[in-house]
């Protein structure tokens, strides 16, 4: 079902002197203006446009793509304020709307803020919310599995860490002490989900799956092979002289380190790691 606030591929029906006319499904026919219509566009092609309302509160289409559709959450900046609240820049000619009664606190001009892209259930108008904890549902079912790789939106700090948004839909925490970079608020990254909780709950990490492990050996190849093939550590270290030198938690680098050391890469005895000799890393 073609909706409001989202990207499609439509097809255009013909030309008006105005603009291109796509077939929107259930919508009926959608304007394309001239102004973001290509010069080689025919009849029958499909195009790739974002649906929404105009200045005239009229339904049409354009090739800009938002940075942020219905029904998901981003981190941006204000542009404009007026008396009836203040106006985010969401890649669109037409900003995006954030009435006073949906702000926290009153939002500044030249401040970012994270946000969630929804439709007024009074009048249809694409707005958005700062107040976003109500547009998260925390007994709503999923079926996420761990070590699923998942996308996340840094969402607020607590005494244990980081809360997270998960896929635009549920709440989830990285721990503090398992996160080994730099994190902001708005922040959009890439996580895997650690254990689901029998409450329903979600924990999270930065680190799995074969990507982060080919990334960790790499870092400690890298390491060893600026240091004369050694480092201080080893699989007995503690995990703050780990974190300290390579930037991982300690179940990580045992990870990383034995794969290491099956691929006779490197060896592992009593003062630390050794690189060993004439061997090259070759990834999983």
Same mark, same amino acid.
Do not use: C, E, M, W
């Given at each position: 079902m073609i909706q409001v606030g989202q990207a499609y591929e439509l097809s *255009? *029906?013909?030309f008006l002197d105005f603009g291109a006319i796509l077939d929107a499904g259930e919508l009926g026919e959608v304007l394309l203006p001239n102004r973001h219509t290509p010069e080689d566009l025919l009849i029958g092609d499909l195009i790739k446009v974002f649906l929404y309302f105009d200045s005239e509160d009229r339904l049409v289409a354009t090739t800009q793509i938002p940075k942020v559709q219905v029904g998901e959450f981003a981190y941006l900046n204000v542009i404009d304020r007026n008396q009836i609240g203040?106006?985010?820049?969401w890649g669109l000619d037409k900003d995006l709307? *954030?009435?006073?009664a949906e702000q926290h606190v009153p939002m500044e001009e030249g401040h970012s803020y994270l946000v969630y892209v929804y439709r007024d259930k009074n009048d249809g108008r694409i707005v958005a919310s700062a107040k976003i904890d109500k547009f998260i549902d925390d007994d709503e079912a999923h079926d996420f599995k761990p070590h699923e790789a998942v996308n996340l939106i840094i969402a607020n700090t607590t005494e244990l860490g980081y809360k997270a948004i998960i896929e635009h839909h549920y709440w989830g925490v990285l721990y503090e002490n398992e996160v080994f970079q730099r994190l902001s608020f708005g922040q959009s990254i890439k996580g895997f989900i650690k254990r689901v909780?029998?409450?329903?709950? $979600?924990?999270?990490t930065l680190q799995g799956g074969q990507v982060s492990r080919d990334k960790n050996a790499t870092l400690i190849l890298n390491y060893l092979s600026q240091n004369q093939g050694f480092a201080n550590v080893h699989d007995k270290s503690a995990p703050k002289q780990i974190a300290d030198l390579f930037g991982m938690s300690k179940g990580a680098f045992k990870k990383a380190i034995g794969g290491l050391y099956k691929q006779k890469v490197i060896r592992i005895e009593k003062d630390? $790691?050794?690189l060993s000799q004439r061997q090259?890393?070759?990834?999983?």
């Open positions: *255009v *029906v013909k203040a106006f985010l820049d709307l *954030v009435p006073f909780r029998d409450d329903g709950k $979600i924990d999270l630390g $790691i050794h090259t890393y070759k990834k999983n």
